[in-house]
């Protein structure tokens, strides 16, 4: 027996359907807040050459004047030593002018150094003339001054003499007076007495004459040293001031030689492989003056590296090592950035480095270089130049807790450190 009442009571197949499935969907996304979730910090690039010095510059005149012919063409490859253009002088003379002005300074800055070596000469004679000249003079006063250590010897025993003899010439003098002695007797003595005494006053006189001369000897030495002083001082100034001619030559030579081989080297050459971009002075009539750029020239990058753009903000969050998923303008992509298996078109970068301090304001850069695992395009196709955007790999953490971090503008889990972070 069927009751109609309990029929009409039980829900429909719709109802019941529905309720399934919506519990299905509550239960999925209660499942879907558990799962994992890669946060990433994302920014904005430009492809660069990762070795400075192989980044695009301006080739500059290396005079100034008119480009004679180019060698290039523009966006064409070209090896080291390649010729890029050649300049030539306003002045056609200027050249032969330059050479006219160092060869005149060359023939000066020779006749100086032959005054010098003549000069150092004389300085060495003088010396030599002034040893074997104090020699001789040091040899005379010393001679002197024994034969007055001599004369001075003698004198004293001459006047012991000299005083004998008047002792006894007085002593004879008076007893010839009182006819004890005899007149010849009295003669002998006085004639001894007077010998005596011409012996020492000849002696005196040799004495004073010494002297004098000794005096002499000395002033003449005196003299003699002090003129031998000046002219050696004199001879040193002149030595000094033909030294200082000769620097000032010296660096006139050296000043105006880098002068002429600049003006030498008016054929200019690539310095490194690479390519010119643009020619910038296309009009071979148009004077350009030195250290004008002629060429923009882009080296060949052996490495490159993409210069990611990073707010201040998120500056703290990235380090060295950290893994990066980087995506080039004009490469079809699809990329999730919570999920980074998914990477159809995007290619593994490694954070190799930071700006130390903020580039401009409120940004700072960091150097972002090919995963060795996933490697970038040729540069035939990835040209320096192109623009990216990476995003920089962080912690990993719950769809549930990313979606609370993003609602209460909280910031991402910091990693300590990022080369040891995979």
Do not use: C
């Amino acid at each position: 027996m069927k009751f109609k009442a309990f029929k009409q009571t039980e829900l429909s197949p719709f109802v019941r359907q529905a309720r399934i499935t919506t519990t299905g969907i509550i239960i999925i996304l209660i499942a879907f807040l558990f799962l994992p979730w890669q946060q990433t910090t994302k920014g904005t690039g430009t492809l660069i050459a990762y070795e400075p010095s192989q980044r695009e510059y301006n080739v500059l005149a290396p005079i100034s004047g008119f480009i004679k012919k180019y060698y290039i063409e523009e966006n064409k490859f070209v090896i080291k030593g390649d010729s890029l253009f050649d300049m030539i002088d306003l002045d056609a003379q200027y050249l032969e002018k330059v050479k006219s002005i160092i060869d005149d300074i060359k023939v000066q800055h020779k006749n100086v150094q032959s005054s010098l070596e003549i000069s150092h000469g004389r300085k060495q004679n003088l010396f030599s003339n002034l040893k074997t000249s104090l020699e001789i003079y040091n040899k005379e006063i010393m001679q002197i001054e024994e034969l007055l250590k001599s004369l001075n010897g003698k004198k004293i025993s001459q006047k012991n003499n000299f005083e004998i003899a008047t002792s006894n010439y007085e002593r004879v003098k008076l007893l010839h007076l009182e006819g004890i002695e005899s007149k010849r007797t009295y003669e002998v003595v006085k004639n001894e007495y007077i010998k005596e005494g011409v012996i020492f006053d000849n002696i005196t006189i040799d004495i004073e004459i010494k002297t004098k001369s000794l005096e002499i000897r000395k002033k003449k030495k005196e003299r003699f040293i002090k003129e031998q002083e000046n002219d050696i001082k004199l001879l040193e100034n002149s030595i000094i001031s033909s030294e200082n001619k000769l620097k000032y030559f010296e660096q006139e030579i050296k000043k105006i030689s880098i002068d002429l081989s600049r003006n030498n080297t008016s054929k200019v050459v690539a310095s490194k492989d690479g390519y010119p971009l643009r020619i910038l002075k296309n009009d071979t009539n148009l004077y350009v003056k030195k250290g004008e750029p002629v060429v923009h020239f882009a080296p060949q990058a052996n490495k490159r590296a993409l210069l990611l753009k990073v707010r201040l903000l998120d500056m703290p969050l990235i380090k060295k090592g950290l893994q990066v998923r980087v995506q080039f303008h004009g490469w079809p992509s699809l990329q999730v950035s919570g999920w980074p298996k998914i990477k159809f078109g995007t290619f593994g970068g490694v954070v190799d480095k930071i700006d130390y301090i903020a580039h401009e304001k409120g940004v700072f850069y960091a150097y972002i270089v090919e995963d060795p695992l996933e490697p970038w395009p040729s540069s035939e196709v990835l040209k320096i130049g192109t623009e990216a955007t990476g995003w920089v790999r962080l912690s990993t953490v719950s769809i549930g807790y990313e979606m609370w971090r993003m609602h209460n503008a909280q910031p991402p889990i910091m990693i300590n450190n990022g080369e040891n972070y995979k």
